[in-house]
Nanobody, 124 residues
Framework: QVQLVESGGGLVQAGGSLRLSCAAS????????MGWFRQAPGKEREFVAA????????YYTGSLKGRFTISRDNAKNTLDLQMNSLKPEDTAVYYC?????????????????WGQGTQVTVSS
């Protein structure tokens, strides 16, 4: 199995940027497709972005494409999420997740392992 630890969250003003990171340990990182999800208070956990095992393919929820960029470094066992032009509605706890299936896309039920999350707060 794999252990995931997110970092990089914090408080930022609207229009600002943050870069989240997820450090993986355990089984070979490159054998997992990876994803980012987020959960705002009182809302369901929602999909943000996913990346294939090799990093060659990425997939985003439509509303975030262009502002958020997912990337991974298999040599360093890290997954990143660059978030630009942040809005107050981006405020949430952000989670990274690992999937043993090749293309989990946005289906959270296909992800097997989850981190504990990192809080992102965007002030207006």
């Amino acid at each position: 199995q794999v252990q995931l630890v997110e970092s990089g969250g914090g408080l930022v003003q609207a229009g600002g940027s943050l870069r989240l990171s997820c450090a993986a340990s355990g089984r070979t990182f490159s054998s997992y497709a990876m994803g980012w999800f987020r959960q705002a208070p009182g809302k369901e956990r929602e999909f943000v972005a996913a990346i294939s095992r090799s990093g060659d393919y990425t997939y985003y929820t439509g509303s975030l494409k262009g502002r958020f960029t997912i990337s991974r470094d298999n040599a360093k066992n890290t997954l990143d999420l660059q978030m630009n032009s942040l809005k107050p509605e981006d405020t949430a706890v952000y989670y990274c997740a690992a999937a043993t299936t090749a293309f989990p896309m946005g289906d959270r039920h296909k992800y097997n392992y989850w981190g504990q999350g990192t809080q992102v707060t965007v002030s207006s």
